[in-house]
């Protein structure tokens, strides 16, 4: 099966679509896939020539938000000139801004069946990319985009069911396929804890609590914050330990000195994936988590890994890593609820040591390479149903239309 994914996001851009994208490409062509990914060309940080299967397009920087670039329409033309049906079976759209209306032209012009993955939960993202406009302007808006770009394509994949029924009460009539993306195996390596903490500084027996991800305003990391005021009444020694970079950083920077945390807060930035960052998640004794916006949490599953605790509210996608699971403690949006979660975790040895145990047995259930051949499943459901309808004459397929 020759498969073309388009993306407006891939590495060395880090976050939760570009970790998801990988983790599956590299799981579909140990299946036997072949995978081409078309992503935006960035100013550093990543070796074309390295990148086999990777094509890379001529970018610009995104207003607002500097991390992430925009691809140019007209080098994404001269590229898909070139393009021919044979070389197609299906497109996967992975992100919605100028990926998704590409995937939609070649679509149209190659007679391809396309997929597109909803990754992020935008009605709680886009008000604060653009503030000048009402939130529920943005949040409205959104929604509006979401579902035509939903039924631009045969099928939606949601990482969640939260995501899903998202989708369905906005009006999506697509079908939609809840797949999450899966733990590779090297996210499950061997790690060494001690290592960070004295790279960092960071004294061997000084209560560590860990947020990993995107340090951007959606990620509710300002409660965790705040939080921390209360957790320190408790474990006056806590250190929080933020691990990412995003346009949230010099904000969260300014409310730390406000909050009159210095001495408790260490930003650490961006952290090697298969390395320095799996140190990051055994050092910590806690791992904590508030996003109201995640599809996801792949976080959740990547610390859990490690055999590290967490302690989490259970909102979207956070709510499926997190249903049934005994390595975790589940508390509400409140900040004295979740300071005394964590440190009911610091506090007690065997707590901690019992939800460390489980926290590995829970993420040894989210295997990548399972999670990889559902979505060949997924793949091969589509370009026949796609099949089907091309040799289904128009007015019958109206006539069992709802």
């Known amino acids: 099966m020759r498969i073309l994914m388009l993306s407006d996001v891939f590495f060395p851009r880090v ?4 970790t998801s994208i990988q983790t599956f490409r590299q799981d579909l062509l140990a299946l036997g896939a072949e995978v081409s990914l078309l992503a935006p060309q960035y100013p550093r940080g990543h070796d074309a020539a390295a990148e086999p299967g990777v094509i890379r397009i001529p970018s610009r920087a995104v207003p607002r938000d500097p991390e992430d670039r925009l691809m140019h329409w007209s080098a994404l033309m001269r590229w898909a000139e070139g393009l021919r049906a044979e070389e197609v079976d ?3 759209i ?7 209306y590409l995937g939609r032209r070649l679509a149209r012009r190659l007679g391809a069946p396309l997929v597109e993955t909803y990754h992020t939960y935008f009605e709680h993202y886009l008000h604060h990319y653009v503030p000048a406009l009402p939130a529920a302007l943005t949040k409205a808006l959104a929604r509006r985009v979401t579902v035509s770009q939903c039924h ?12 899903a029924e998202a989708l369905l009460a906005y009006g999506v009539r697509t079908p939609i396929e809840i797949l999450p993306t899966g733990l590779p195996a090297s996210c499950f390596a061997s790690a060494e804890g001690a290592r960070f903490r004295q790279t960092q500084g960071i004294a061997a027996d000084r209560p560590l609590a860990l947020y990993v991800g995107r340090v951007a305003h959606e990620k509710n990391i300002d409660f965790l914050l705040r939080m921390a005021v209360r957790l320190r009444a408790l474990v006056p020694e806590i250190l929080l330990v933020i691990a ?22 260490h930003f650490v930035g961006y952290l090697e994936r298969t390395t320095t960052l799996l140190d990051c998640y055994r050092a910590a004794d806690v791992f904590v988590f508030a996003s109201r916006t995640e599809t996801q949490g ?3 599953l990547e610390t ?3 055999g590290t605790p967490v302690v989490s509210t259970a909102v979207m996608g956070t709510a499926d890593v997190l249903a049934g699971v005994q390595g975790a403690l589940v508390v509400p949006e409140d900040e004295a609820a979740f300071a005394a979660g964590v440190a009911r975790v610091l506090r007690e040895p065997g707590l901690r040591q019992a939800l460390s145990a489980m926290a590995l047995i829970d993420a040894g259930r989210w295997a990548s390479r399972h999670m990889a051949e559902r979505l060949l499943r997924v793949y091969e459901k589509t ?20």
């Open 15 to 18: 976050n939760g679509v570009s």
């Open 94 to 100: 992975q992100t919605p801004f100028v990926a998704h």
């Open 152 to 163: 631009d394509v045969q099928t939606v994949i949601s990482p969640s069911r939260q995501m």
């Open 383 to 402: 370009i026949e149903s796609e099949d089907t309808a091309r040799r289904t004459p128009f007015a019958a397929r109206n006539e069992v239309m709802p």
């Open 298 to 300: 792949l976080v959740l």
């Open 304 to 306: 859990m890994a490690q």
């Open 244 to 265: 990412g970079e995003g346009p949230a950083e010099a904000h969260l920077r300014r409310l730390v000195g406000e909050l009159g945390l210095r001495d408790n807060v």
């Open 90 to 92: 299906l497109i996967h």
